[in-house]
């Protein structure tokens, strides 16, 4: 595969993330493309097809089978006659060697070398395109979460607002009861609504958290485990 290609589309080198690092967009997209684990698994099959392409000529060499066997006996013996004469031999050595090699090419075989060197260089080919389908994929995933991530950082930033509001009209009812020009029920409906809008800037900080985790998964865990983003785009 064209791997300077995929280079030059996928990233430049990135600077080391810190935490509490604000983080664009393209840092978080370059990020992705390089240790994503889909992506970095359809490259490394894009690889291997490269390879097995590389080197499908060898569909047309011959094929050369050899063997080789090498034994060596050391023998020790011991022989007595009727006549009680005993014969010793020790170290009696034998060597025996062989060998056999044997080339076969085929020069004609219904055209399936042919075959087999094509669908190589179809499977090289799919392959490249799988990646560059998978890194547009990634791309386009992780500029999603990132503005999920955008999106419930403004909706916090709006409960926010919204909580300081009520808490002025908490402290506007407690005036105004403390001076007689209001009653218990508004002290009351203020501080529920001010309870209200706790709860939901919690469970915002869960949903964001929720978001950055899994914008961190898209990029492989390279992203540290506190950071910023970009909000006002």
């Known amino acids: 595969m064209n791997r300077n290609a995929v280079c ?4 430049c080198i990135l600077p080391l993330l810190t935490a509490g690092q604000t983080v664009s967009v393209e840092d978080v997209v370059a990020l992705a493309l390089q240790k994503n684990y889909d992506v970095r698994l359809s490259q490394n099959t894009a690889a291997v097809a490269g390879n097995n392409n590389r080197y499908a000529f060898g ?4 094929n050369i089978n050899a063997t080789g066997a090498y034994s060596r006996n050391n023998v020790d013996s011991r022989n007595v006659t009727f006549g009680d004469v005993e014969t010793l031999r020790t170290g009696a050595q ?3 060697v062989n060998g056999s090699a044997q080339l076969v090419w085929t020069l004609f075989d219904g055209t399936q070398m042919f075959a087999t060197r094509k669908r190589l260089s179809a499977q090289e080919a ?4 799988n990646v560059r389908d ?13 503005f999920s991530v955008v999106r419930q950082v403004q909706q916090r930033k709006a409960i926010q607002e919204q909580m300081s509001v009520s808490e002025e009209r908490v402290k506007l009812a407690e005036r105004k009861l403390q001076v007689g020009t209001g009653g218990k029920p508004e002290l009351l409906q203020a501080k ?17 958290r929720q ?7 898209l990029v492989g865990l390279g992203l ?7 909000h006002n785009l």
């Open 224 to 230: 540290p485990d506190t950071f910023e983003i970009f």
């Open 134 to 146: 998978q890194m547009m994929n990634t791309a386009a995933n992780v500029i999603t979460t990132y």
């Open 126 to 129: 799919l392959s490249n395109l």
């Open 59 to 62: 569909v047309f060499l011959p």
């Open 8 to 11: 030059l589309f996928s990233f």
């Open 94 to 96: 034998s060597t025996n």
């Open 192 to 208: 529920v609504d001010l309870n209200a809008f706790r709860t939901a800037a919690i469970q915002q900080e869960t949903l964001i």
């Open 211 to 217: 978001l950055k985790d899994q914008l961190n998964l």
